[in-house]
Structures are given as structure tokens and as C-alpha cells.
């Protein structure tokens, strides 16, 4: 068990012999230093407690006659000062226990308001789901029931007005699809896992290529790329990143595509194509909701694919960022926090 | 032989009427009751009908929405399946949400199908042209159970 060292328990009885022959300031000193070493070192106060008896013995052996006229009081203090420093870190402690315990609270509060403010955003993710798009059949539906049952009476530009109608109908129902997803994305919690990237990237690609089976698109996955991360949010990632590099190579005489790992030990993951690409002076807009860097007319979007893939990124810890040029294609690279990697 | 009726819980007048549209323009002529909240369509289906003259107004199909006014969807859909005389009855969920817990919920008591509405008139015609199709002529219906 710890107790004090021969060394110290000599120093102890010779100051402490001194501070009762004279009670001198230095002794006192010396009494709160041993202390202070005493806690640093790991021992207890009945270690000094064992210590000082023994002090008070040897004094008393030494001189018989002492015995009578060692002044309690003086011991007491000498002992007292040797135990402040102990006595000042349960000080220490308890106010640091109080700090906890306090901030545990705000803790608590904070989660609690986190809480309460996640089922809001639940509940209101819930109504526009159900709500929103309800008023939107309506006006879709019965524009295209003019078109169907009062053709006749329309000329072109009215015939070409109702398109427009329900082009925009049509367009807010995807734009409120895509913002519940983002804000799914959000939700959802996050369930980690061994994820077969290359597989999923494969399985992605060949959804693409049976949504248009007339496209040609040449399309390279690195083989053996493995991620740990939430599969069903990855997923999701890879639909939105391999889906815009699709579309933007939409216009390209030989469209390509490439999924892998960059080499080194911080490896990141990247989607390449050499489609419309982007000026690298509007980069920071890429991944902000609704943003878009091409009109409507170029290509068709909602400007909130790569928020998600930045919220899933973000999620897992990663980072995302990419590289562009116009006319020349662009780059999405991005970690999961769990580094990328090649079996 | 009379076709049985098709029973339509909606509580919005647009989709109702985009929906008869819908059912018209595919060519299904079964007369349609059209509810306008869940607590109609209790009534209608777990009403009295003691008169076997009366097994026509038994529907072949019931088309449920989920947000509905007084009884939900999905709480209507539970006290189809508790009834001995409706707990067959095929059932398909018609409506906006495609939220996964609103699929879950369904299928767990006991939807038959799940369809979501889509936005696009065109996509919702031929929605409901399959829907027509598989459970008023494919889909071999439950004989009716009356007491």
C-alpha cells in the first residue's frame, strides 16, 4: 500500500520538531509542501496522518519530559497546513463537480429544445408530404383536363400557356420530393456498416442506364472500393452524384463517367465525368440548397441533389469538395471519416 | 350481373374529381360511393346491413386516403381489418405521402397496396388505369361475408 517515503516522513520529523521548537515560518512551509507532494504522488491523508503520529512519537521518545509540554494546538496546525493542499483539491473538486453537474443541465436543456425541435421538423416534413402536393394534382390535373376537353376552344398560345402550367406543377412537386428527402436525410439516424461502395456505384449506374437505355455512356467503377458508413444514405450520395454526372454529360459526344479512390493515405473517394462542368469561381455555391449553376433549360434540376450529398457527408464525418472547369467536366471528391480505402 | 361499387375515401374535392376523371377515362364503369372522412367511411361499411338484397353496396375495392378529417386513414383501415364482415375486403391506400413510416403502418395493418398519388395527371391516369385493372378485373375478390 502507498505511504509516504522514508525521505519524506524524516523531512516531515524534523520540521515538524522544528516548528514546535520555535514555530518558525519555514517549518510551515515545509509542512504545506510535503503535503503538496503527498497528494501529487497519489497518497491519502491518513498517509500523513500515520506520518505525523509517528512525528509526535518520536519527539515524545526523544524527549520524555516533552510530553507534557508539546503544545497540542501547535501540532494541530502544523499537521492542518501539511493537509491544506488536500483540503484545497476537494475544494477544487466539488466546485468542478458543481460546474458538471451544471452543465450536464444546460446539457440536458439543450437536448430536450433538440429534441422538441426535431419532431417539429418531423411533424412538419409529415404535413408537407401529405398536404403540399395535394393542391398541386389539382392544378396539374384539371390544366391537363382543359387541354383534353377544350382544345378545341384554346388556340396555341392558350394550349402553350396550360403546358407551362403544369411544367410548373409538376416542377414543385419534384422541388417539395427533393426537400423532403434532404430533410429525410437529416432525420434518419445514422447505422454504420462495412458498404460495398463499387457495388453500389455498379447498381446505381445500371438504374441510370435503364432509366435511359438509349444513352451510351462509358462507365468505369473501381473495383474493391469499401466505405464504412450508413449504406441506405450512401446510396442516395452515389444516386445524386453518379445522376448529375449523367446529366451533365447529356450533351457530350463520348460521355464518361468514373467512380474511384484517389491514391495516398487519406484517400477520398470521387466521382469524375467529363460533361458541362462548372467555373471554379462559383464552387462555393455547388452544395448550398436551391443553388444552381445552370438554368433549367440546359439542364433540369431542383439545385438540392448536392446538398444532400453534402448533409450525408457531413453526417459521416467527411468532407466534400470539387473541381471544375467549364465545357471539361468535373470532379465530386469526398470522404466519410472513416477513410477510403481498396480491399 | 351488376358490378360491385368501388367505395372512394377522399376528403378533397379536386382529387375526387381527378379520380372519377381518372376511372372514366380507363373505361371502369363500377358506380363509385365517394366518402369524404374516415368517420363516413365507417358507417358506411360497418353500417347495419342485415338485407342480403343489400350485398351490392359492399364494395369490390376501397380506395383509402390517409389525412382525412375525424378518422384517419390508417385508423379506418384498422377497424376494417377488427370486422368480421370487412376484415377481407381488399384495401389500397391512395394517397400523397410516400413517408416510409405512413408505408409501414399501411402494409402492417393490413393495406393491400400502397400507392402514391402522383402530382402528374398523366402518371395518375395510368396509375389508376393498372389499379382498375388488376383489382376490379385480374384480382379474384374475397367472397362477401354478411350477417
Known sequence: MSALSREMQRRYSEAFASYLAGADEVALHQAYELGRKALADGLGVLDIAVTHHNALDAVIEGEPAMARSVEIAKAAEFLAETLSPFEMSLRGYRDTNDQLIAMNETLGQARAAAEAANRELEAFSYSVAHDLRAPLRGVDGFSQALLEDYADRLDDEGRGYLKHVRESAQRMGRLIDDLLALSRVTRSQLDRAQVDLSGLAQNVAAQLQKAQPGRQVEIVIAAGMFADGDARLLRIALENLLGNAWKFTGKRAEPRIEVGVTSGDDGAFFVRDNGAGFDMAYASKLFGAFQRLHSTDEFEGTGIGLATVQRIVNRHGGRIWAIGEVDRGATFYFTLGGGARRA | ?147
Not at chain 2, 409501414?104 to 400502397?114: D, I, R
Request: include cysteine.
Open chain 2, 1 to 147: 350481373m351488376s358490378k360491385r361499387v368501388i367505395l372512394l375515401v377522399e376528403d378533397n374535392p379536386s382529387d375526387e374529381a381527378l379520380t372519377l376523371r381518372a376511372f372514366a377515362k380507363n373505361n371502369i364503369r363500377n358506380d363509385v360511393v365517394v366518402v369524404r372522412d374516415g368517420a363516413e367511411a365507417l358507417d358506411y361499411l360497418l353500417g347495419c346491413r342485415n338485407d342480403p338484397a343489400d350485398l351490392r353496396a359492399m364494395p369490390q375495392l376501397v380506395l383509402l386516403d390517409l389525412n382525412l378529417p375525424k378518422v384517419d386513414g390508417l385508423e379506418v383501415l384498422r377497424r376494417i381489418r377488427a370486422d368480421e364482415r370487412t376484415r377481407l375486403l381488399p384495401v389500397v391506400i391512395l394517397t400523397s405521402s410516400g413517408e416510409e413510416r405512413d408505408i409501414v403502418e399501411g402494409y402492417g395493418l393490413g393495406a393491400n397496396s400502397f400507392v402514391r398519388k402522383p402530382v402528374d395527371f398523366v402518371q395518375f391516369t395510368e396509375a389508376v388505369r393498372q389499379l382498375g385493372l388488376y383489382w376490379l378485373i385480374v384480382n379474384e375478390p374475397p367472397p362477401v361475408i354478411w350477417h
